[in-house]
């Protein structure tokens, strides 16, 4: 597979203001929502190896699960179509249809076949019958768990690191939004100390979740989950926090989403106005993505 039409390494901007000189910080961005127009941000580098290695294996379809508004499959259904291997999306809600979002028209026209499950059979998940079946009938079919979170969407999300580095950066903290926590077991098992923003609530589940990544008997980097920056939880917002997307986007020309982005870059502004950082603290926020589901005005 060639992939000619992303932009890796993704670009490293540095955000200036007041606030993060008062807290003798420096604040950088590694700008992964510039990837691909479609596949962005870590749902690119989560799907990389898991597309590659579906093709290596010679596997019919790839297929996974997600919600009405999944970010994950809508990026899977462009990748899939690209590599040229089937994608099939097992989505949360019978009752729903390729019309009901934006996302799943997306993932339609793309190709993608979608099923429609109740919720009792999507809490399953692999082990539910219908994902059983459609496995018995077709055991070539590739894998990929929902959110994309799996030993392949560490490697990818690793790269984030290697980038850095050979851009010089070394960062005391990366700063990533947990969904799945993919993303941060990406960069902790990297041995990077990471600074994870939980945009669900009840998140403390997030820490195992995370931690079950490592495998080697090595320590991987410092933990450290935030969970008080949800705003009443998964997809959910306040006015507040989109007046804070507002602002930012107006300072820095850089889009957020209030589903990932702008909660964790709220979280990572409060922590750094409330002087959470020693002085010379090198943070790397990086922008996961996922504009597709930004609210329309
Ligand atoms: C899916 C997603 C996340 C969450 O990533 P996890 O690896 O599941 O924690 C964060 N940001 C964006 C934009 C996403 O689409």
Known sequence: MKITDVLIPSPLYELHDPFIDRAGVRLLVKRDDL??????????????????????RGASAIISFGGAYSNHLYALA????????????LIRGEELNPESSTTLQHCFEEGMELGFLSRTEYRLKDEGTYFKKRMADDPNLFYVPEGGTNAFALTGVGEIVDECQQAGFHPDYYVTAAGTGGTTAGLWVKKQNVIAVAVLKNAGFLENDIKKWNSSTEASGQLDLQKDYHFGGYGKYTAELLQFIADFENRYNIPLEHVYTGKMFYGLFDLIKRGYFAKGTVLMAVHTGGLQGKLKP
């Not at 749902?43 to 579906?54: F, G, Q, V």
């Not at 462009?78 to 999306?89: L, M, Y």
Request: proline share 3%; aromatic share 8%; no cysteine.
């Open 78 to 89: 462009t990748f899939g179509k690209k590599a040229g291997i089937k994608t099939i999306g």
């Open 35 to 56: 990837i691909h127009p479609v596949i962005s941000g870590n749902k690119w580098r989560k799907l990389k190896y898991n597309i590659l290695e579906a093709l290596n």
